[in-house]
């Protein structure tokens, strides 16, 4: 009986124990964060909620079996400005790649370049911790032609100062002034025009590994 006792005790220890060793491999691993920064384009302006751009985001890293969970913070009317005051608010989510698009307003309100720069720097300087995707902002040919140059040169100037900033090309490219891709106001995107953006942007963080 007392040995009987005896293997019962260490069977059923050995059954605990692989138990425990089963839920420690199934644990599923906790997700990276991105937090994707942007103004009313970000958000669902005329659009169904699951039409956005960060929500396909999520949708095309979860078909791919990358593990990461997409957080849009967009503000309408968004500023460099705004940005880089409300930055540190995000800290806590922890980051591991924040995605900045915002300088559209920036240049309606004819913001200058050094103040555009330093914005833009203030905020990466914040997320330093983080990998920073920048998109960066044309703007129509319709305005100075002094300013138009010297706001696209603020990028490049970013960027061959930061080598450890990701530059992507802009968003606008392949359908800005496009009808059949943006709605009414030719200015916010339609749900066709956040596939284009969310399949180039997927790309890009996929082939200078910014997503892992």
Partial sequence: MKYLLLFLS????????????????QKPEEKK????????????????ENENYPYKLQKILDDNWYNYLVINAW???????????????????????????AWWNDWLRWLSTTDLKNNILGIVNIFKGSKVVIAWMDIPL????????????????????????????????????????NIQDMIHPNSFWYDIIVKNLFDFLKENKVIE
């Avoid at 260490?10 to 491999?25: D, Q, R």
């Avoid at 930055?87 to 922890?94: E, F, H, I, Q, V």
């Fill in 10 to 25: 260490l069977l059923l220890f050995s059954c605990w124990n692989n138990n425990s060793e089963v839920n420690k491999i």
């Fill in 33 to 48: 964060i991105i937090l994707c920064l942007w103004d009313s384009l970000t958000a669902w302006y005329w659009v169904q």
């Fill in 75 to 101: 503000v309408s009317w968004d500023t460099s400005q705004n940005i880089l005051s409300r930055a540190s608010l995000y800290l806590d989510k922890k980051p591991n790649i924040v995605i900045l698009v």
């Fill in 142 to 181: 319709n305005l100075w032609l002094q300013y138009k140059s010297d706001f696209k040169k603020v990028y490049s100037d970013i960027s061959n100062e930061n080598k450890n900033i990701y530059f992507l090309k802009f968003f606008l490219d392949w359908v800005a002034w496009k009808q059949e891709l």
